[in-house]
């Protein structure tokens, strides 16, 4: 319900209250009125009716049957008296004198208290069009009547049409009343108080150019819109501070963002230059030496085929180096549906020889069942293979157990290879996947292993999580998405429409 609604609904209750009791208090006032009136009505027939009564009845000594016939014959005559009875009161005894009452002793039961008052009194009573009035009388008798008069005590009044008339302007009047109120309360205070609402409502959805008009006024409504507009200004104001403030934050994060990667970048590419230059530099000293050996031919034929194994094996060392930073960057290959369980059983079959010299138990309980992905099944087995190879090398010899398990969750399939062995600590997690990091000793790796098998599993769209603790091992789960039915290659990701190989990396 509006508040406009509410409003003279509340005035219209009040307005109907006074008018019920205006029309109550004239209902009693009239009431009141046309009693004092019928009392002095009354008052003054009971005296034309007692001044007529005593002329025209008979002296106390001629109270004779011939007298009380012609009073008799005057009543019936008179246009004043319609009904009337004479009762005589002789040694405490009431009696009918004179009647035209149908039944005379009726109106002696009827009016005994009345008659005994008025003989105790000797005073005129008025009930309305009805008088009890004292007689001459005879010595030792009191004689009184009773006469219904032809004429009404009651002024005719018509207290009905009066108090319908009274309404009717009372009604006129409170109409009045509420059209001047709903015009004043409307135009003073409803139609500012909506035009409020609606601004209230357009600040809140963050518009605060509109202005509330009417504002101008001195009076409480003009000062309270008044304040509203000042306050939408200073908002806008400050909302425009607010919005170039944070337009120049986001130009000043862009370009730190910016200068970050391009740190980044840098720092990355400093980090692996290092470790190729590192890695590769030892064995090129040893193969230079061999070399400047053999350059002077002193050696005999068993030294120089030493020296040339030695040769031999650094080149080697060289490539495998290279070929694995060659890992780390993009290489077309063509996907197809792969089974992660197929590819993890090839790689634990390429490491057996490796944990069964650590004595280490490898247990394969991947579901065969799990949902195919899209990718190179050779790329899939190498980052498993450089999992499993971390996970068997992180063992206690004779202590070590690496399980593989999974799970198919909606649209993923996730691989979970978990040991039991030294574990990291966060500082060595959050950093595992980087090239070249490691925590092996000198000459046991060169750490590109996880982070082959981190750009691997990235290219084919998936993440690697690692939960690891020091002293309780760790488990590294990688997440692929799942191949979808009806897709290209079997229902997985459909490849990049711009070439029919995706590139990896």
Wanted: charged share 25%; with cysteine.
């Amino acid at each position: 319900m509006s508040l406009r609604t509410k409003l003279m609904l509340s005035i219209f209750a009040f307005m109907a209250l006074v008018l019920g009791l205006l029309a109550l208090n004239l209902w009693l006032e009239a009431a009141s009125r046309m009693r004092v009136e019928a009392a002095r009505n009354a008052d003054l027939l009971a005296r034309v009716a007692q001044d007529w009564v005593r002329e025209a009845v008979p002296p106390p000594a001629d109270w004779t049957g011939e007298s009380l016939a012609a009073l008799s014959r005057r009543l019936e005559g008179s246009s004043l008296v319609r009904g009337w009875t004479l009762v005589s009161l002789r040694e405490g005894r009431l009696r009918i004198l004179l009647s035209n009452a149908p039944d005379p002793e009726g109106v002696l039961r009827e009016g005994a208290e009345r008659f005994a008052e008025v003989f105790e009194k000797q005073k005129v009573h008025a009930e309305g069009d009805r008088v009890f009035l004292p007689l001459p009388s005879p010595p030792g008798e009191s004689v009184a009547a009773r006469l219904d008069l032809a004429g009404s005590a009651i002024p005719p009044y018509d207290l009905a049409g009066a108090m319908k008339n009274t309404l009717a302007i009372m009604a006129v009047g409170m109409a009045l009343v509420l059209l001047n109120a709903y015009v004043f309360t409307n135009g003073l205070v409803l139609r500012p108080l909506k035009a409020l609402v609606e601004a209230s409502a357009r600040v809140a959805a963050g518009d605060f150019g509109q202005k509330i008009p009417g504002g101008g006024t001195f009076d409480e409504m003009g000062r309270l819109i008044g304040a509203f507009n000042l306050m939408m200004e200073k908002i806008a104001g400050h909302q425009r501070g607010l919005e170039e403030d944070v337009r120049r934050a986001r130009l000043r994060i862009t370009e730190t963002e910016r200068r970050l990667f391009a740190a980044q970048r840098l720092s990355t590419a400093g980090t692996l230059a290092a470790g190729i230059a590192h890695e590769i530099n030892n064995p090129l000293g040893g193969m230079i030496n061999a070399v400047l050996a053999l350059r002077e031919g002193r050696l005999d034929e068993t030294r120089r085929r030493e020296y040339l194994d030695l040769v031999l094996e650094g080149l080697e060392r060289v490539r495998s180096i290279v070929q694995k930073v060659l890992q780390l960057g993009p290489r077309p290959f063509e996907p197809q549906p792969v089974r992660l369980r197929d590819a993890v059983d090839r790689a634990v079959a390429f490491l057996a020889h490796r944990a069964r010299a650590k004595e280490v138990a490898i247990h394969n309980e991947l579901d065969p069942e799990l949902p195919p992905v899209l990718g190179d099944p050779v790329e899939l087995q190498q980052a498993f293979l450089n999992i499993l190879m971390n996970a068997v090398d992180a063992c206690v010899v004779g202590e070590g157990v690496v399980t593989v398990y999974g799970r198919a969750d909606a649209g993923t399939v996730s691989v979970s290879v978990a040991d039991n062995g030294c574990g990291m600590d966060e500082e060595e997690a959050a950093h595992c996947l980087d090239p070249f990091y490691t925590t092996k000793e000198a000459g046991a790796g060169i750490g590109l292993g996880l982070a082959v098998a981190h750009n691997i599993v990235s290219n084919h769209g998936g993440k690697i999580e690692i939960r690891s603790q020091r002293g309780r091992g760790s488990t590294f789960t990688l997440t692929f998405p799942a191949l979808r039915p009806g897709a290209p290659g079997g229902g997985g990701p459909e490849p990049d429409r711009a070439s029919p190989a995706r590139r990896m990396g």
